[in-house]
């Protein structure tokens, strides 16, 4: 079955730093991938997606997120965090199905 | 924006009744979920629906059944609720290339004593 592992539960960085938040999947066949942010008391964005062609994508707000087939990875990125990032950040995965991570919880520190 | 509502934002009730959900969209979208958000799992896909009267089980559907006899509305059902359906509720349509990217509603909030 799909499935989608977000490997950092809860992680908090002093603003500035860098952010790498991992995601694997377990599918054998195509996928689309994700990446969704929610704000505190806010519903679902999407921040970006990755349908085919080049494996390195750019999002809004200055993430990228980069696609290694591989490793079945799709991990998100910012080189430089800012405290308006603090939201949960879920990674999603669709193969037959939609399926997503159980969420990172990002706190960025002033 | 895709448009989506959500009605009631938040409701309090009882074990053993019966409540309905829904979420409204205005853009004519074929397809539309019900997802459930809880600590720790993520988002579970309860149902989902393919068009008028077109509906399927998504993860976690027991408890659960959905109607949507209108393309705007579909509708999520909780026959007689018990504690373990407290939870956030969204609902989301399909949209963008080749209907893959999902968008979410701004959820409701449930919470069964």
């Known amino acids: 079955a799909q499935s989608v592992s977000q490997h950092n539960h809860h992680v908090i960085l002093s603003e500035a730093a860098s952010l790498e938040l991992g995601c694997n999947y377990s599918?054998?066949?195509?996928?689309?991938l994700f990446w969704y942010v929610q704000y505190p008391g806010q519903h679902l964005q999407l921040l970006l997606k990755?349908?085919?062609?080049?494996?390195l994508v750019k999002g809004i707000k200055g993430f990228e997120a980069e696609f290694i087939k591989s490793k079945f990875s799709f991990n998100l990125r910012k080189p430089s965090v800012q405290w308006s990032d603090t939201a949960e950040y879920f990674c999603?995965?669709?193969?037959?199905?939609?399926?997503f991570g159980a969420g990172t919880r990002l706190t960025v520190k002033p | 924006d895709a448009g989506i509502t959500q009605s009631p934002r938040h409701k309090v009730t009882e074990t053993g009744t019966p409540v309905t959900l829904r979420c409204h969209q205005t853009?004519?979208?074929?397809?539309m979920y019900w997802y459930r958000q809880d600590p720790g799992h993520g988002l579970r896909l309860i149902h989902y629906?393919?068009?008028?009267?077109?509906?399927d089980k998504g993860e976690v559907s027991d408890g659960y059944s959905v109607s949507r006899s209108k393309t705007e509305d579909f509708l999520l059902t909780l026959e007689s609720a018990t504690s373990s359906q407290t939870s956030v509720y969204f609902c989301?349509?399909?949209?963008?290339?080749?209907?893959?990217?999902?968008?979410f509603g701004p959820g409701t909030r449930l919470t069964v004593l």
């Open positions: 989301a349509i399909s949209a963008g290339q080749l209907y893959n990217e999902q968008f």
């Open positions: 599918y054998g066949g195509t996928v689309n």
């Open positions: 990755y349908f085919s062609g080049d494996p």
């Open positions: 999603a995965v669709k193969g037959n199905d939609m399926r």
């Open positions: 853009e004519n979208h074929r397809y």
């Open positions: 629906s393919y068009g008028v009267k077109d509906t």
